[in-house]
C-alpha cells in the first residue's frame, strides 16, 4: 500500500496504518469521540476491523482515511478522511479529533487538505454526514463551502447531509 503524506501548518496526515493502532483504539473507545458516532464506542476487535476497512478502501479505491498528528510533537490528533458513506450518499468526509486538540482549528486545517486531495484525485462531490445535534460539525462544514443537501431520518438518528457546494476547496 502506497503511504500518502499530507503536511499542514501544524499538522501531518499519513495513510492510516499498523503503527497507528493504538491511538485508533484510545479515539474510538473515548465515550466523547466513538460514543458520539454512529458506531458508538468501539472494543479493540471492533477497531481491528475498523482499521482493516480503511486499509482495504486505500487499497481498492486510492482514497481513504488518514491519521493526523501534531508537528510539532507528532502528538496523535485524530483521524479524517473519505470513505464510502454507509447511507449510500457517496464519497464523504471522515474525521474525529481526541477531545483534548479541540478548539484549536485542527479539524478545519485538516478538512482543507483533505479536499485539495480529493480536488487532486478528480474525487467531487465530497459529501459530509452528521448528526442534527452535532453543531460544531456543521458550522465547520458551512465554513468550509459545504451546503445542506438533506435531512435524513435513519429511525435511529436524524442525519444532516452536506455536499461540496464548488467542487473545489474554500
Known amino acids: ?12 496526515l499519513t495513510t492510516i496504518g499498523e503503527a497507528d493502532f493504538a491511538d485508533l483504539c484510545r479515539l474510538n473507545a ?15 476487535v471492533e477497531t ?9 478502501t486505500w487499497e481498492r479505491a486510492g482514497y481513504g482515511v488518514f491519521a493526523i ?3 510539532q510533537d507528532d502528538a496523535f490528533v485524530g483521524i479524517i478522511g473519505l470513505w464510502d458513506h454507509d447511507e449510500g450518499v457517496g464519497v464523504a468526509l471522515r474525521y474525529a479529533v481526541m477531545p483534548d486538540h479541540r478548539g484549536h482549528r485542527y479539524t478545519k486545517e485538516a478538512t482543507k487538505s483533505i479536499l ?3 480536488a487532486r ?15 460544531v460539525s456543521q ?16 429511525g435511529h438518528a436524524r442525519l444532516v447531509v452536506y455536499q461540496q457546494s464548488t467542487g473545489r476547496p474554500a
Open 121 to 135: 484525485q478528480d474525487i467531487h462531490p465530497v459529501m459530509a454526514v452528521t448528526s442534527e445535534t452535532n453543531l
Open 30 to 44: 473515548h465515550p466523547d469521540v466513538g460514543g458520539k458516532l454512529k458506531h458508538g464506542v468501539l472494543t479493540g
Open 48 to 56: 481491528r476491523a475498523q482499521l482493516d476497512g480503511y486499509r482495504a
Open 69 to 71: 498528528r501534531r508537528r
Open 116 to 118: 485539495h486531495f480529493a
Open 1 to 12: 500500500m502506497t503511504t500518502v503524506r499530507i503536511e499542514t501548518d501544524r499538522l501531518v
Open 139 to 154: 458550522r465547520i462544514l458551512v465554513d468550509l463551502g459545504f451546503a445542506l443537501r438533506e435531512i435524513r431520518d435513519t
